[in-house]
């Protein structure tokens, strides 16, 4: 939603839709620590979906948030590892996905991660976490089934 309570949409005028998807089996700081990095990528990548500054009644600054709602949905390692699976099918194309693993969680900086991703392979990566932006309806038909992160 954008801060008149619209839908985002992109240049073809689809409405589009992001979700978070998360191991549920992943301890609590490992779950805020996948949506954190997810949602940092994601604004890097879609920044045009954080809003403008904003001021309270007081005239306090208020930094831009996110004008999307983002459900966080509930799956375990076979579930996201299928879900990344369907995703590199051709119905899919015009979604985003940001992939989060444990090579990536378990890294100590950026440079050992990079060093550990690229002696893995991607049949034997394991996702923590994804994040997906794209059409209401690709999405939808994606996700669901899936019940919120609780």
Known sequence: MDVNGESVKTATNEAQKVVMVVDRNL???RIAN?????????GNLWGEMVGPDLTDADGQ??????????PVLSGDAEQLLQLREKLTCQDFTEVTVI???ETAQQSLDYAQYARRLATVGADDLKYVGLC???????INRL??????LR
Not at 34 to 42: E, K, N, Q
Not at 132 to 138: R, S
Not at 143 to 148: F, Y
């Open 132 to 138: 997906l932006q794209g059409p209401v309806k690709k």
């Open 143 to 148: 996700t669901g089934n899936m019940a919120l």
């Open 34 to 42: 996948t949506t954190a990095v997810l949602g940092i990528s994601l």
């Open 61 to 70: 600054l208020h930094r831009g948030i996110t004008t999307q709602t983002i």
């Open 27 to 29: 301890p609590l700081g």
């Open 99 to 101: 992939g989060f693993t």
